[in-house]
């Protein structure tokens, strides 16, 4: 079956915005409502109707998951491999261009990439330069300042002008030396993947008219997602030909702390004059109940374009809510369900996931999972690559391929022991810093430097020269060979097989599976089974892209970690508000609607059934909350999904009927009273009493309590701000009680 003859196997928003090739598309395309198959039909549509060549495509995603899956449908529609199609994430598609052009912009192309972890060290070492204290400031939050100043498109010159106080003036300082650093060792951050292309093609017109004519199609996914620097990426590429489809939701754009802008999406058509706008809105994953609960939720938000989600297959299970006593509790809920769900419904364990809104909140779940012995797979832990052993093994790696990369060779120089000292990097360091050249190079200089111990000297030199010897084979041996060869001959896997300790048999098997890895890298490739590109591939991995969805364990993950997956059946857990929503992020209107769109994302990630739990109390740093004395209210979000769609279970009962007790007054659903304080059973104010003030409004009585003063009451008004008011001051009106 051709492509054309394949349209009939879509729907007919799909086909729209599969057909409709030429000049700007937004497609706004709803949870589970076939975005993926649009992009691949839409780029194999264009390539068997002969409108472009493979290379004249650009697709763009944010995880090589999906990268991958996108290349992988649009080589079965068409029945053949497209080698040469331009499909990755940002951050792979920039790394490729800048491999090519580096040059011009001052860089060698065999540049390294750092992560996170390497750019706070290098911030580290900054700060001790400059005598820069930790007590004022951490490398983490240098760190994010400047990632989040580069997001921006902001340099380390501009960042200069803009700081107006001692803080900001501090971290310029170090924004300067640590763009220096990266020069002198010839690496990129994560951030600069980026916005290096843009500095290359704004300072090379005639390199940007040669990519703008080439790619004559460009696709982006998951636009609701995109940074300033990623909108203006995707401008410029975009410019000559306008031939820009661009497909996402704004009601799942859940990433403002990292930079990602709501307004590039919903200002598309603004941007864009002539664009045309498609919504895609039959959902292929949940039942209606699910979607028609979350649609509810998502609609309270504000800044929206809008659409509705439906399904055809069936009303489905209603929503279940639990509350639960505390974290205990609640980590004891989600085992009974796991095993309901596996008694009774026939559900693999890998059907099932459960979320959260912080990573500090998966350890009581671990706890009773355990206790019950459910196997379960973290997505968020530590890191696999960030790992000490990984990391040093990747530091070899990376100084055979960027010699330049002094912070990688700091770290490796003196592991497994080789007798070099602080004393003696110092001279090394100080030696390079005096002829102005990189550390690497001043191992083949030893004998300009009269203070080493000849003894020492021996060793760096043995050093040095091993690492030449496998420099001269980079381009003979594949990245398996080399990295196989690199741990052998510096025994960097058996310096832990001499010891009995069970965290070094724990890194034997990370450098096992790390092997492994490299070794199906290797046998997945035609071509570019390099070392070079290796490293570039595993800097660019996420999370999920190292999950194994096949596995025969529970999930968990936070909510931000599951956007693009689906599972038969979800869990989520701490609805409390303060937690979902977040208690920072409950007062501006902005950050509320991401906490709601949150929501949104975790409840549409189910297609069968969706559970919902809460807590009347949780343990926070060390100390159970109570809320400000009082027990936690539930999230005001699960107020907003209709009672028609839930079952409640509460504390007091089994269950309810399909009638939802009244979440916004959780006093009903507890079936006691709030305050540990004795009440004052003479006022004429009773719990659960509605009132109305003058200047907050409408609220409940949640307690009624003795004071010095008199009888003092405890209110909830509508705006969810709770209020400690004195009875015969508080000139209250009593209202009539609701169902």
Known sequence: MTKIDALKDLNPAQREAVVNTEGPLLVLAGAGSGKTRVLTYRIAYILEKKQAQPNQILAVTFTNKAANEMKSRVEKLLGLPVQNLWIGTFHSISARILHREAKYLGYQANFSIYDTEDQENQIKRIMAFLNIGKDSLTPAQVQYVISDAKNKLMDARQFEKSATNFRQQQISKIFWEYETALRKNNAFDFDDLIIKPIELFTNQPALLEKYQAQFRYILVDEYQDTNKAQYYWIKLFAKKHQNLCVVGDEDQSIYRWRGADLNNILNFEKDYLKS??????????????????????????????????????????????????????????VVEIIKQEQLKKQISLNELVILYRTNAQSRALEEQLRRAGIPYTIVGGIKFYERKEIKDILAYLKVLVNPRDSMSLQRIINFPSRGIGPGTFKILTDYALKMQIPLYQTLSRLEEMPDLKPGIAKLILEFYQALEFYRNQLKQLNAYQLSEAIINDFELKSIYEKTDQVEDENRLENINELLNSIKIFVEQRSEQTDLGSYLDEISLLTDIDRWDPDRPSVTLMTLHSVKGLEFQVVVITGLEDGLLPLSRNSEKDEELEEERRLFYVGMTRAKERLYLVYAQTRHRFGKEDYGSAFRNFPSRFLKEIPADFTKVFALSSKSYSTRQPNLFYPQETIGGRYMENLPDENSEFKIGQLVRHEVFGNGQVLGVETSALGTKLIIQFENLSIKKLIAQYANLTLLENRE
Request: proline share 0%.
């Open 276 to 333: 045309k706008v498609i919504r895609l809105e039959q959902n292929y994953r949940s039942t209606q109940i699910i979607l028609s609960a979350a649609n509810a939720v998502v609609s309270k938000n504000n800044f929206r374009l809008g659409k509705n989600l439906w399904s055809e297959k069936g009303s489905g299970e209603q929503i279940q809510i639990f509350q639960v006593e505390n974290e205990i509790s609640e980590g004891r809920r």
